[in-house]
């Protein structure tokens, strides 16, 4: 079984959730585009912006990374740093007033496994 299907999966149902949060804000506010003067909102946006723009890299990582044969143990555990490290940063500005920990700690585990990804891309095509 691909072990990308599982964190493809994780990251939408993650997606969804931050989406709906936006959504319920934005009806509670009456704001239909931006963030209007609200802070909440704004977070919210943020929080999930931010999955949509480091999410799809981080997966397109794994999938190039398990399309050339690295074990699914090693892939397992960039998968984990990817979601722990968004779910995270989502629940720190979606969820808080903006918890320092949480959007520290989410941004170090995803780019820990962005640059492990990138890292590994690297060796496997100079080595050949």
Same mark, same amino acid.
Not at 15 to 37: K, P
Not at 41 to 46: A, D, F, V
């Given at each position: 079984m691909p072990v990308t299907l599982l964190y493809v999966g994780l990251i939408g149902l993650l997606m969804m959730v931050l989406s709906m949060r936006v959504i319920r804000a934005r009806r509670s506010e009456g704001q239909s585009l931006g963030a209007g003067d609200s802070a909440m909102l704004e977070r919210r946006i943020r929080?999930?912006?931010?999955?949509?723009?480091?999410?799809?890299?981080?997966?397109?990582?794994?999938?190039?990374?398990?399309?050339?044969?690295? $074990?699914?143990?090693?892939?397992?555990?960039?998968?984990?740093?990817?979601?722990?490290?968004?779910?995270?940063?989502?629940?720190?500005?979606?969820?808080?007033?903006?918890?320092?920990?949480?959007?520290?700690?989410?941004?170090?585990?995803?780019? $820990?496994?962005?640059?492990i990804s990138s890292l590994t891309c690297l060796r496997l095509f100079f080595a050949g």
């Amino acid at each position: 079984m691909p072990v990308t299907l599982l964190y493809v999966g994780l990251i939408g149902l993650l997606m969804m959730v931050l989406s709906m949060r936006v959504i319920r804000a934005r009806r509670s506010e009456g704001q239909s585009l931006g963030a209007g003067d609200s802070a909440m909102l704004e977070r919210r946006i943020r929080a999930q912006g931010n999955l949509a723009e480091y999410g799809p890299l981080g997966l397109i990582a794994l999938m190039v990374l398990e399309f050339n044969g690295l $074990s699914a143990p090693f892939l397992h555990g960039l998968g984990a740093l990817l979601v722990a490290g968004r779910v995270m940063h989502g629940w720190a500005l979606s969820f808080t007033d903006g918890n320092a920990i949480g959007r520290t700690g989410g941004m170090v585990l995803t780019l $820990s496994m962005l640059g492990i990804s990138s890292l590994t891309c690297l060796r496997l095509f100079f080595a050949g």
